[in-house]
């Protein structure tokens, strides 16, 4: 019997250099082990600059999305991702908001809505630095965050999110300009 496969959307980030060198060296090398571990990485967004979130939390960071397929359901597909953080210097025994060498999330599985879709809600409305001990998906602060939706927007601009109905284009149009004008394609 065949595994099925999902597609799945991650962001990726990263504002503190790395044994592989620059943030976006440490992003590059985040896709490389990922294409190792029973994750094809489909298709990458142009690598851009933000200001931390939230604002004075640290230097700029370097980010970016990616298109993937995989196997894994999306709590294993988590584990990976975590475990490449760590490969890559990432430690979470500190502040939720540290700078970091990367830093890997689910943004979204297909048209999956996990756990439920009250949970979900729940975390839709709750404030962004409200501690949450299950994986959410799709991440429930993703259409609040330029630094995720202009990544997305370059490699998946018609996707549409499982609980508003809006495509990646639709939720960039509605965040404010002043968001959107701090974000910076690298060349």
């Known amino acids: 019997m065949t595994q099925r496969e999902t597609v799945a ?7 503190q250099p790395s044994e592989q060198g620059t943030p976006r060296d440490t992003l590059e090398a985040a896709l490389s082990l990922l294409d190792a571990r029973r994750i094809s990485v489909e298709k990458t967004s142009r690598w851009m600059t933000s200001p ?5 939390s640290g230097p700029d ?11 894994l359901s999306p709590k294993s597909l ?3 991702l975590h475990k490449v953080e760590t490969m890559l210097g990432r430690q979470r025994d500190g502040d939720r908001w540290a700078a970091r ?24 409305a709750a404030p962004p630095e409200t501690p949450r001990d299950t994986l959410i998906v799709p991440h429930p602060q ?11 927007a370059d490699i998946e601009p018609t996707w549409r999110h499982p609980v508003f ?4 284009t639709e ?11 701090v974000i910076t394609p690298l060349l």
């Not at 109905?165 to 990646?168: E, F, I, K, N, Y």
């Open 61 to 71: 960071y370097v980010n970016g999305a990616a298109r993937i397929t995989t196997v």
């Open 9 to 15: 959307l991650i962001a990726l980030g990263a504002n």
């Open 171 to 181: 939720m960039l149009a509605d965040l404010p300009k002043e968001d959107c004008a």
């Open 142 to 152: 993703m259409h609040r965050r330029a630094f995720v939706l202009m990544p997305l």
């Open 78 to 80: 988590m584990d990976v």
């Open 165 to 168: 109905g809006q495509t990646v």
């Open 52 to 56: 931390a979130w939230p604002a004075g």
């Open 101 to 124: 060498p990367c830093d890997l999330d689910i943004i979204a599985c297909g048209s999956m809505v996990s756990p439920d879709l009250a949970t979900w809600r729940h975390f839709e």
